[in-house]
Structure formats: structure tokens, C-alpha cells
């Protein structure tokens, strides 16, 4: 535990000298949200703690440097992704916590790798981080942040389906780019919440 610690110390002294303030204050807003839900789930709080923190790794520089970056480490960028930069730097995180910060856990870098867009079938983690970076507390401006809040610690996957929804619904309305992955993910959780309600209400009949 005392080097886990001193770890924990190391990657924080890291990320505050690398991140913004704000990108480095929301790092660890992230990490104690996804600490909070890990405790709530019964998963394992280190790797909640570690994905956090590292989740933001990638977004020290801008877009188009991130995209450059991505190209330098022969890292796959998809022309929906080139049209969508924002969405970018948790792939370049990927690729940063497993070289420059040894993270060797498949489900720390999958959860960051998919914190930005979601992806079908994902694993407990990866819920967790795509979530807490959604509801921390230090967010303000999504609409249904209270109703989110609250049903994160009830129930992962409807929390997953409503996010996805509403990112959904947001960026038609402003007409940005989708990436599949986001509308694979949303398909991926409808499937599962409505198909789960169709049962529910078959078996009642």
C-alpha cells in the first residue's frame, strides 16, 4: 500500500506539472468520482483512481497538435475522428499511460481509450470513468447533471444510455460530427435498457 501510494503522489506531481490547472483540478475531481462509484460497484478502487487521474493525460496540448502526435506514434485516426479533434486525445492518452506512464492494466487503458466517445459492450471501468467525467462535480453545464448524479449510483448501464442519448441529441442540434463509435455505444445500451423493459413488460402481460 505504501508504494501504491508513493505512486499515486508520483502521478499527481506528474499530471500538475504537465496539465492546466483546471484540466489537472478536474483530473482529480474525475478520479474521486470514479473511486466513489468503484466503492458503490464493489470494483477495484485502484484502477478507478489510476484511470481517472490518467483519463486527461492526452489533452495537455491543443487539437491539432494532439492530431499531429497521433500521426507521429502511428496511433489510427479514422476521418470521422479528424473531423471531430476533440474526441482525439483519449486515444493519444491511451497510448501515453501505457508508454510514458508504464500502465500495463488492459481495463485502465481501454477505459481511457473509450472515456470520450464510448464503444459497445464496455466493461465495468469503463463505464465508471465514461460516467464520472460526465458528473463530477466540478460539470455544470449539461442540463440533466442532477438526474444523472443520482441514477450513476443506482444503475451503470441506464446512466450509460441516457448519457448517450443526450450527447447524441446535443450534437445534431449544434451539428457536429459524430463518431460511430458514439452512435454504435448508444445503439449498443438501447438495445440493452429497452430490450430489457420489453421483457419485463412480456413477462407482466
Known amino acids: 500500500m505504501d508504494n501504491y501510494s ?6 499527481r506531481k506528474n499530471l500538475k506539472r504537465r496539465l492546466p490547472a483546471m484540466r489537472y483540478e478536474h483530473s482529480l475531481s474525475v478520479s474521486f468520482t470514479c473511486m466513489a462509484l468503484a466503492m458503490r460497484y464493489g470494483t477495484d478502487l485502484n ?14 496540448f491543443s487539437d491539432d497538435i ?6 507521429k506514434h502511428k496511433i489510427p485516426v479514422s476521418p470521422q475522428e479528424e473531423q471531430a479533434l476533440s474526441t482525439l486525445h483519449a486515444k493519444y492518452g491511451e497510448w501515453l499511460a501505457a508508454n510514458r506512464y508504464q ?16 464503444k459497445p459492450n464496455m466493461g465495468t471501468l469503463d463505464k465508471i470513468l465514461y460516467i464520472a ?6 460539470r455544470y453545464k ?15 448501464d441506464r ?8 450527447t447524441l441529441e446535443y450534437l445534431k442540434q449544434k451539428g457536429g460530427v459524430i463518431d460511430p463509435l458514439t452512435t454504435e455505444a448508444y445503439q449498443y445500451f438501447d438495445s440493452l435498457i429497452n430490450g430489457e423493459q420489453k421483457e419485463e413488460k412480456e413477462d407482466a402481460e
Open 66 to 71: 494532439i492530431l499531429k502526435k497521433c500521426q
Open 159 to 166: 446512466t450509460m444510455y441516457e448519457i448517450l442519448k443526450s
Open 47 to 60: 484502477q478507478a483512481e489510476v484511470a481517472g487521474l490518467l483519463h486527461d493525460c492526452g489533452k495537455r
Open 103 to 118: 500502465i500495463t492494466d488492459p481495463e485502465i487503458l481501454s477505459a481511457i481509450g473509450c472515456h470520450t466517445t464510448g
Open 142 to 156: 449539461a442540463s440533466n447533471l442532477a438526474q444523472m448524479r443520482a441514477l450513476a449510483f443506482q444503475d451503470l
Open 133 to 138: 467525467d460526465y458528473i463530477e462535480p466540478r
Open 6 to 11: 508513493s505512486y499515486i503522489q508520483m502521478l
